[in-house]
Each structure stands twice: as structure tokens, then as C-alpha cells.
């Protein structure tokens, strides 16, 4: 076997001597592919690297990619070069695959509180930059699926098959694999205005994530943080689990209440 050769970096891990310099530049800004690729407003590149996350090609996440490309150009450059650092805010208004191309594009995620998700199920998100008074919806034009069956007849029929009822073999489900990833590319090769309609609004953003203290939880000695216990009553101080909820969580349906009697 070839020997490739490696140097040990700050982590103690082992990476070929060709990927250093790389991982180098990636540290100093993390999101320069990205941040480049909406610079050059390539669709392409910002949906494979969406599926990187998202796991799969779909018009749905493709869709996602487009709205942040789309929105982010009309909030301004001032938008693009988002360090999660909850400055560009995006409100995105469903939790199914689009939410992963607004994600990924514009940086604002679950995890670093710039994203908020609003259980409204509609394919649309709002951009918008702290302190500013106006930002940009887009939504995604009623005809889209239109476009898809037009570029790609059978995606239709294998979605329904293969993902609605469940019925395709795995034949059936290779061939929608193919087909959702046609569709995704074809729908990334159309103008902005046929799939996606844009309008100014103030957007009502919530206030800064907080910094919460944490708290041991008597029964299961887990640390939560402190607003997330139960405040009153004989089960004051406990988690939710161990107080059985009730919890919120984001599941398929949406946000959902979750009791469970312990
Ligand atoms: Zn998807
Ligand atoms: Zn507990």
C-alpha cells in the first residue's frame, strides 16, 4: 500500500500532509466554500454542498438553496459572510427539506439560535439582519411543481409510489433517488422570479438567544439548563423526563406536546 505521508496536528490526529493546509484556511472562515459559492450565485455548488447535510437531491431542499441564494442577494452583500453568530437571522416557516437548503446556504441553523423555526407549513423564509427594520420573504411560487413535471415527467408518479405509499420495490426506489435528483437540478437551473416570489417586510425576530445557568436535576443528575426545570409545585427543580412533561418537541407533524405520566 502507499505510504501517504502525515503530520500530526494540534488534535493528535493523523491527516495526510496535503489536507493541513486546507483544514488551515478552513479554521480561519469556515464557510468560505459556501460563502463563495452564493458570491458566484452557484446554485450548483451550494445544493451539493447542501447534501452534504441533507443526506439526498430533492426539489425541496433544492428549493432552499434557491430562496437563500435568492434572498440573501436581495437583503444585501452584508448578509452573505453569516457566522452564526445570530447577526442574519433566517425565520424559516417548514420543517421538511427546505429547511436544509436555508440552513446550509445561509449558515443560520438550529444549533446557533439564528434560525427560528415557525410551525406554519409553508415553504417560505424570511431573511433579516439585527437592527435593521426591513427584511426579505421568500416564498415559493404556487406553479413549482409545474416546472418539475415539465423537466422531469416521472417524478411525480415515483413520489407518490415510492414515498406517499410506500409501495416501490427497491428498484422503484433507486429510480426515484435518480429522478429527485434530476428534478433538484433541474429546478436550480431556473430564473429565481419563475420559482420563488420575493416581498420587503419588518420582520418580527425574537430576542438574542439567552445565556441560561445550568442546573442539576435532583432525580436523574443530569444538567439543564435553568429554565428549562419545572418551577413550581412538588415537582419543582426536576427536568421535564423526570417530572413527565409535559415537553415540546419538532418532530415530523411539527411542534408537538409531549406528556408522559412517570
Ligand atoms: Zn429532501
Ligand atoms: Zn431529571
Same mark, same amino acid.
Given at each position: 500500500?502507499?505510504?501517504i505521508?502525515?503530520e500530526?496536528?494540534?488534535?493528535?490526529s493523523?491527516l495526510p500532509a496535503?489536507?493541513t493546509?486546507w483544514?488551515?484556511?478552513?479554521?480561519?472562515?469556515?464557510r468560505r466554500?459556501?460563502i463563495?459559492?452564493i458570491r458566484?450565485?452557484d446554485?450548483a455548488?451550494?445544493l451539493v454542498?447542501?447534501a452534504?447535510i441533507?443526506g439526498h437531491?430533492?426539489?425541496?431542499?433544492?428549493?432552499?438553496?434557491?430562496?437563500?441564494?435568492?434572498?440573501?442577494?436581495?437583503?444585501g452583500?452584508?448578509s452573505?459572510?453569516?457566522d452564526?453568530l445570530?447577526?442574519?437571522?433566517?425565520?424559516v416557516e417548514?420543517?421538511?427539506?427546505?429547511?436544509?437548503?436555508?440552513?446550509?446556504?445561509s449558515?443560520?441553523t438550529?444549533g446557533n439560535n439564528?434560525?427560528?423555526?415557525?410551525?406554519l407549513g409553508?415553504?417560505?423564509?424570511?431573511?433579516a439582519?439585527?437592527?435593521?427594520?426591513?427584511?426579505?420573504?421568500v416564498?415559493?411560487h404556487?406553479?413549482?411543481?409545474s416546472?418539475?413535471t415539465?423537466?422531469?415527467?416521472?417524478f411525480?408518479?415515483?413520489l407518490?409510489?415510492v414515498i406517499k405509499?410506500r409501495?416501490?420495490g427497491?428498484?422503484?426506489?433507486?429510480?426515484?433517488? @435518480?429522478k429527485?435528483r434530476e428534478?433538484?437540478?433541474?429546478?436550480i437551473g431556473?430564473?429565481f422570479?419563475?420559482?420563488?416570489?420575493?416581498?420587503s417586510?419588518?420582520p418580527?425576530?425574537?430576542?438574542?438567544?439567552?445565556i441560561t445557568e445550568?442546573?442539576?436535576?435532583?432525580?436523574?443528575?443530569?444538567?439543564?439548563?435553568?429554565?428549562?426545570?419545572?418551577?413550581?409545585g412538588e415537582?419543582?427543580g426536576?427536568?421535564y423526563?423526570?417530572?413527565g412533561?409535559?415537553y415540546?418537541?419538532v418532530?415530523g407533524?411539527?411542534?408537538?406536546t409531549v406528556?408522559?405520566? @412517570?
Amino acid at each position: 500500500m502507499e505510504e501517504i505521508e502525515t503530520e500530526r496536528v494540534e488534535n493528535g490526529s493523523r491527516l495526510p500532509a496535503r489536507d493541513t493546509t486546507w483544514i488551515e484556511q478552513l479554521k480561519q472562515n469556515p464557510r468560505r466554500d459556501f460563502i463563495q459559492a452564493i458570491r458566484d450565485n452557484d446554485a450548483a455548488r451550494c445544493l451539493v454542498k447542501t447534501a452534504e447535510i441533507h443526506g439526498h437531491f430533492c426539489p425541496g431542499s433544492a428549493l432552499g438553496v434557491m430562496a437563500s441564494l435568492c434572498g440573501l442577494r436581495r437583503l444585501g452583500g452584508e448578509s452573505i459572510p453569516s457566522d452564526g453568530l445570530e447577526n442574519l437571522m433566517a425565520i424559516v416557516e417548514i420543517n421538511a427539506c427546505f429547511a436544509d437548503g436555508v440552513q446550509a446556504v445561509s449558515g443560520c441553523t438550529l444549533g446557533n439560535n439564528a434560525l427560528v423555526y415557525r410551525d406554519l407549513g409553508r415553504m417560505a423564509v424570511t431573511f433579516a439582519i439585527r437592527g435593521k427594520e426591513s427584511g426579505v420573504r421568500v416564498r415559493v411560487h404556487p406553479e413549482f411543481r409545474s416546472h418539475i413535471t415539465r423537466a422531469v415527467p416521472e417524478f411525480h408518479p415515483l413520489l407518490e409510489k415510492v414515498i406517499k405509499n410506500r409501495e416501490g420495490g427497491p428498484e422503484e426506489e433507486t429510480a426515484f433517488k @435518480k429522478k429527485a435528483r434530476e428534478a433538484a437540478f433541474a429546478l436550480i437551473g431556473l430564473p429565481f422570479e419563475l420559482l420563488l416570489i420575493t416581498e420587503s417586510v419588518r420582520p418580527d425576530l425574537p430576542e438574542y438567544a439567552p445565556i441560561t445557568e445550568s442546573v442539576v436535576c435532583p432525580a436523574c443528575g443530569e444538567t439543564i439548563m435553568a429554565t428549562k426545570v419545572v418551577s413550581d409545585g412538588e415537582k419543582s427543580g426536576l427536568c421535564y423526563m423526570c417530572a413527565g412533561g409535559p415537553y415540546r418537541q419538532v418532530e415530523g407533524r411539527g411542534i408537538v406536546t409531549v406528556s408522559h405520566g @412517570k
